[in-house]
Structure formats: structure tokens, C-alpha cells
């Protein structure tokens, strides 16, 4: 095994024009994830990131994040993955104490008004909806950093329990390249089956583990295509999704099984006749009857991560 971003620059020499990403009409191929991730790494390196430099991402717009966090691996870095939810304080700590010196974070809109505080050393950079057109115009890297097993890849952080005070060192996760090649390789062969003309419809967070294992990595090695719904919250469109692009793997929550559920019984027509093969979550049904509800509505098994993630 060796550095984790492999699995995207041999993915892009087989099947270079089949997507890879898709959030709503924002398309990035093989070829093209893998030439924005060699243009991030060519820009990071322009900025004097070296080999074992922590990188923040706090975001998770699946094409952008894709292209960040393969770029930030190609040079050998270690991408340090925080949600946009955690809040500013919060965020500001953990980056703080990870020893993040630079970060790409989402801009503020009206899902996220409030953008995060950085420590005062780590250079901010804004990602918005063009940035992979920005991105197009940096210099590109197109090698790889060969990195150790047991090197560290990612950093994640764990939010605390209800009620529990934030300890940023404490809720800090370091990942391997081992690691997180065999949860990838495990995730995509034993666990979903991926084939190349697979579709995963991910509502995911891409910061969490299960959004980066279970989805972007597996996925990646598989040479299958992610989607991300534009608008997580609009059930009929994204039931029109599974439709158009073939979804044949629908990931997320418990909860987003259990809304589907609830529009089809409403609406039984709504997936009749689609691909959709299984869903996987990152948490177990509460119990048997929820797992036989979920599954007896949507048509398909229902499988769980949680021993593979930890549930994030």
C-alpha cells in the first residue's frame, strides 16, 4: 500500500470519462477530479505546503471536497476534515491544536452564516461555487508523495457527547493510509459490492468518516460515481435523482431511510421501477421492526457501517 490518492490516479487511467462526482449539474470525471486534485496539489505546494503539513477542510460540497482532499494527499499532507456545523469556537481549537497552517473553508450563505474562526496563523482560503474553476487555473502536480502505511492521512474530529465539554486534542482522530485503503477496499468489496456502473447517492457529510469511507473512498477504488443531492432536504427531487442517474446505492443516517419511507408511503410510486439496490447506513435500526419497515418500503436491504466508521 502506499499514499491513499493512488486509488484516484489509477481509477482516472481506466476509466478516465466516466463521472466521479456530481453535486446537482456540477459533473467532475475521472480525468477531470483527477487533474483538479493535481491543480490543488500544485497550488498547495506554491504555498510551501510540504510533506506531513496539516490542511484544513471545512466543507463538504462533494466535488470541491473531492479535488481538496486528494490534492491535499498527492503532496503528502494530511488533510484535517472538520464539518461546517461544529461552530466557530469549536472549529477555531481544533485547528488550533491539529497545527493546521492552512484551510479551505466554505463561505457564508444562508445555511452557514456564521463562517469559522481560524487560528491566527492558519491562512484562510474561500471555497465557493467556482472554486473549481479557480482551481483550474493553478499550477499542477501531477506526481504523488509516496507516504509510509502507517503515516497519517486524515485528521477528523469526534463531536462531544450531549452536555460534554469540548477537549480539541481529545476529540482529534488520526487515520492512516492503511487504514483508511482497507476500510475503502472492505467498504466498497465486502460490504457494497461496487461496480464501475454503480451510482451512490450520498447524504453523507463528507467530513465525517462514513461520508469519506463508506462513499468518496470506496467509490474512488471502485471506479463507481458519487452523487450529492443540491438540496438534502427536498425528498421528491432527489426520489427524481435515484430516476435520471441510475442511483443504485442509497447512503446517509437512519433518518434519511426513514424519510424516504415516510414519502413513499405517501407516495408509493415514487421509486417503482428504479435501480436502487441497497441502502447503507452508518448506525443499526433502533430495532428489527424499524430495520423491516425501512426495507419492506424502499424494496431494498438495508446494511450498517458503524463497526467499519465508528458511525461518524
Same mark, same amino acid.
Given at each position: 500500500?502506499?499514499?491513499?490518492?493512488?486509488?484516484?490516479?489509477?481509477?482516472?487511467?481506466?476509466?478516465?470519462?466516466?463521472?466521479?462526482?456530481?453535486?446537482?449539474?456540477?459533473?467532475?470525471?475521472? @480525468?477531470? =477530479? *483527477?487533474?483538479?486534485?493535481?491543480?490543488?496539489?500544485?497550488?498547495?505546494?506554491?504555498?510551501?505546503?510540504?510533506?506531513?503539513?496539516?490542511?484544513?477542510?471545512?466543507?463538504?460540497?462533494?466535488?470541491?471536497?473531492?479535488? =481538496?482532499?486528494?490534492?491535499?494527499?498527492?503532496?503528502?499532507?494530511?488533510?484535517?476534515?472538520?464539518?461546517?456545523?461544529?461552530?466557530? *469556537?469549536?472549529?477555531?481549537?481544533?485547528?488550533? @491544536?491539529?497545527?493546521?497552517?492552512?484551510?479551505?473553508?466554505?463561505?457564508?450563505?444562508?445555511?452557514?452564516?456564521?463562517?469559522?474562526?481560524?487560528?491566527?496563523?492558519?491562512?484562510?482560503?474561500?471555497?465557493?461555487? *467556482?472554486? =473549481?474553476?479557480?482551481?483550474?487555473?493553478?499550477?499542477?502536480?501531477?506526481?504523488?508523495?509516496?507516504?509510509?502505511?502507517?503515516?497519517?492521512?486524515?485528521?477528523?474530529?469526534?463531536?462531544?457527547?450531549?452536555?460534554?465539554?469540548?477537549? @480539541?486534542?481529545?476529540?482529534?482522530?488520526?487515520?492512516?493510509?492503511?487504514?483508511?485503503?482497507?476500510?475503502?477496499?472492505?467498504?466498497?468489496?465486502? =460490504?457494497?459490492?461496487?461496480?464501475?456502473?454503480?451510482?451512490?447517492?450520498?447524504?453523507?457529510?463528507?467530513?465525517?468518516?462514513?461520508?469519506?469511507?463508506?462513499?468518496?473512498?470506496?467509490?474512488?477504488?471502485?471506479?463507481?460515481?458519487?452523487?450529492?443531492?443540491?438540496?438534502?432536504?427536498?425528498?421528491?427531487?432527489?426520489?427524481?435523482?435515484?430516476?435520471?442517474?441510475?442511483?443504485?446505492?442509497?447512503?446517509?443516517?437512519?433518518?434519511?431511510?426513514?424519510?424516504?419511507?415516510?414519502?413513499?408511503?405517501?407516495?408509493?410510486?415514487?421509486?417503482?421501477?428504479?435501480?436502487?439496490?441497497?441502502?447503507?447506513?452508518?448506525?443499526?435500526?433502533?430495532?428489527?421492526?424499524?430495520?423491516?419497515?425501512?426495507?419492506?418500503?424502499?424494496?431494498?436491504?438495508?446494511?450498517?457501517?458503524?463497526?467499519?466508521?465508528?458511525?461518524?
Amino acid at each position: 500500500m502506499s499514499n491513499l490518492a493512488a486509488n484516484l490516479t489509477d481509477t482516472a487511467g481506466r476509466v478516465p470519462h466516466r463521472p466521479a462526482v456530481r453535486l446537482g449539474r456540477e459533473v467532475l470525471t475521472y @480525468a477531470g =477530479l *483527477d487533474e483538479a486534485s493535481a491543480c490543488v496539489a500544485g497550488g498547495l505546494i506554491a504555498h510551501g505546503v510540504r510533506p506531513g503539513d496539516r490542511v484544513g477542510l471545512v466543507l463538504d460540497r462533494a466535488p470541491a471536497f473531492a479535488a =481538496l482532499y486528494y490534492g491535499v494527499l498527492r503532496v503528502g499532507a494530511v488533510a484535517v476534515v472538520v464539518s461546517p456545523q461544529l461552530g466557530r *469556537d469549536k472549529t477555531h481549537d481544533f485547528l488550533d @491544536a491539529s497545527g493546521t497552517r492552512l484551510c479551505f473553508a466554505e463561505g457564508s450563505d444562508a445555511a452557514q452564516p456564521t463562517e469559522p474562526d481560524l487560528p491566527a496563523r492558519c491562512l484562510r482560503v474561500t471555497v465557493g461555487p *467556482d472554486f =473549481l474553476d479557480q482551481v483550474a487555473l493553478w499550477p499542477q502536480h501531477a506526481g504523488l508523495v509516496h507516504r509510509a502505511d502507517d503515516e497519517t492521512a486524515v485528521v477528523t474530529v469526534a463531536p462531544p457527547a450531549d452536555g460534554d465539554p469540548f477537549d @480539541a486534542a481529545a476529540a482529534s482522530t488520526g487515520l492512516s493510509h492503511r487504514e483508511l485503503q482497507l476500510a475503502a477496499f472492505i467498504a466498497a468489496t465486502l =460490504l457494497l459490492d461496487l461496480k464501475p456502473s454503480d451510482t451512490v447517492l450520498s447524504y453523507a457529510p463528507m467530513s465525517g468518516t462514513f461520508g469519506q469511507t463508506c462513499t468518496l473512498n470506496a467509490v474512488i477504488l471502485a471506479g463507481a460515481a458519487l452523487s450529492q443531492p443540491l438540496n438534502p432536504d427536498d425528498l421528491t427531487a432527489a426520489a427524481r435523482t435515484i430516476d435520471q442517474h441510475g442511483v443504485t446505492i442509497l447512503a446517509g443516517e437512519l433518518a434519511v431511510f426513514s424519510a424516504f419511507s415516510a414519502l413513499l408511503h405517501t407516495a408509493p410510486r415514487g421509486l417503482s421501477g428504479t435501480t436502487l439496490r441497497l441502502g447503507v447506513s452508518s448506525r443499526p435500526p433502533p430495532s428489527e421492526e424499524t430495520r423491516t419497515r425501512i426495507t419492506g418500503t424502499l424494496g431494498v436491504p438495508l446494511v450498517e457501517a458503524e463497526w467499519l466508521t465508528g458511525g461518524h
